[in-house]
């Protein structure tokens, strides 16, 4: 059996919520030291609860709980400030990242930088910044702190990234150079990128419209491949909103 757990005032966002009983709730928080964890909130559904106003998506938490088995008890929570409240675009983005944190990350595994970079991403959609960037900055962390961070410095070959040239990345595989006389080889070989993308995306530089553009079709070509046929709703509602 393993030993009951006592957590004490760590740093968390609530991912997801659904109700549990007649009163309480199940919630999915994501923690700076625990990782992604599965808490029960007893009562927390009552008017009176003093949990029922702490429990927002998008808001920074302190939390307490314990248990032994991998569905802990929600013990206390409150809120740490400093949060806007997300609206519009910024808060499906918001939902969008929690998304992925839900369907790509392990329960009981502790990325503490990933959590950073959660809070960095949090704070810009706050903030107002532009979304895209945003996302991209998250989606290579996201990426990197899984074990599937993306070739960027070099060809799958080795040979260093070169700025003006077009490239295929493949999967599993890496950039692979196009052929001079190919500069528009099969799509469906890997994704097509130019070697200035692939460049600023290894320094976190997206102050280029190509860049972003050309990021995003990469970034979601990997994103999709490690999902496995999973889909994410908050990508669909994004995408019919584009198309109104």
């Given at each position: 059996?393993?030993?009951?757990?006592?957590?004490?005032?760590?740093?968390?966002?609530?991912?997801?919520?659904?109700?549990?009983?007649?009163?309480?709730?199940?919630?999915e928080i994501f923690s700076r030291d625990h990782g992604r964890a599965a808490l029960v909130a007893k009562g927390a559904r009552r008017p009176l609860s003093a949990l029922r106003g702490v429990l927002m998506a998008f808001q920074p938490l302190l939390l307490d709980w314990s248990g032994s088995s991998e569905l802990k008890t929600l013990i206390r929570g409150e809120w740490r400030g400093g949060q806007a409240l997300l609206a519009g675009r910024?808060?499906?983005?918001?939902?969008?990242?929690?998304?992925?944190?839900?369907?790509?990350?392990?329960?009981?595994?502790?990325?503490?930088?990933?959590?950073?970079?959660?809070?960095?991403?949090?704070?810009?959609?706050?903030?107002?910044?532009?979304?895209?960037?945003?996302?991209?900055?998250?989606?290579?962390?996201?990426?990197?702190?899984?074990?599937?961070?993306?070739?960027?410095?070099?060809?799958?070959?080795?040979?260093?990234?070169?700025?003006?040239?077009?490239?295929?990345?493949?999967?599993?595989?890496?950039?692979?150079?196009?052929?001079?006389?190919?500069?528009?080889?099969?799509?469906?070989?890997?994704?097509?990128?130019?070697?200035?993308?692939?460049?600023?995306?290894?320094?976190?530089?997206?102050?280029?419209?190509?860049?972003?553009?050309?990021?995003?079709?990469?970034?979601?070509?990997?994103?999709?491949?490690?999902?496995?046929?999973?889909?994410?709703?908050?990508?669909?509602?994004?995408?019919?909103?584009?198309?109104?």
């Amino acid at each position: 059996m393993n030993p009951k757990q006592r957590v004490a005032g760590q740093a968390a966002w609530v991912l997801h919520t659904l109700p549990w009983r007649e009163t309480s709730l199940i919630v999915e928080i994501f923690s700076r030291d625990h990782g992604r964890a599965a808490l029960v909130a007893k009562g927390a559904r009552r008017p009176l609860s003093a949990l029922r106003g702490v429990l927002m998506a998008f808001q920074p938490l302190l939390l307490d709980w314990s248990g032994s088995s991998e569905l802990k008890t929600l013990i206390r929570g409150e809120w740490r400030g400093g949060q806007a409240l997300l609206a519009g675009r910024a808060l499906l983005c918001g939902y969008y990242l929690n998304e992925l944190l839900l369907k790509l990350t392990a329960r009981e595994d502790p990325h503490p930088a990933l959590f950073d970079a959660y809070e960095t991403a949090m704070a810009a959609l706050g903030r107002g910044e532009s979304l895209s960037p945003v996302l991209r900055r998250f989606e290579l962390a996201l990426l990197c702190e899984l074990g599937y961070g993306a070739m960027l410095d070099t060809d799958g070959d080795g040979y260093p990234i070169r700025p003006g040239r077009l490239y295929l990345y493949i999967i599993e595989h890496g950039p692979r150079l196009c052929a001079e006389d190919a500069e528009r080889q099969a799509a469906d070989e890997g994704v097509p990128v130019g070697g200035q993308t692939l460049i600023d995306l290894a320094a976190g530089d997206f102050s280029c419209t190509a860049t972003l553009a050309e990021a995003g079709r990469l970034l979601r070509a990997l994103i999709d491949h490690h999902l496995g046929g999973q889909s994410l709703q908050s990508r669909r509602v994004l995408r019919e909103l584009q198309e109104l």
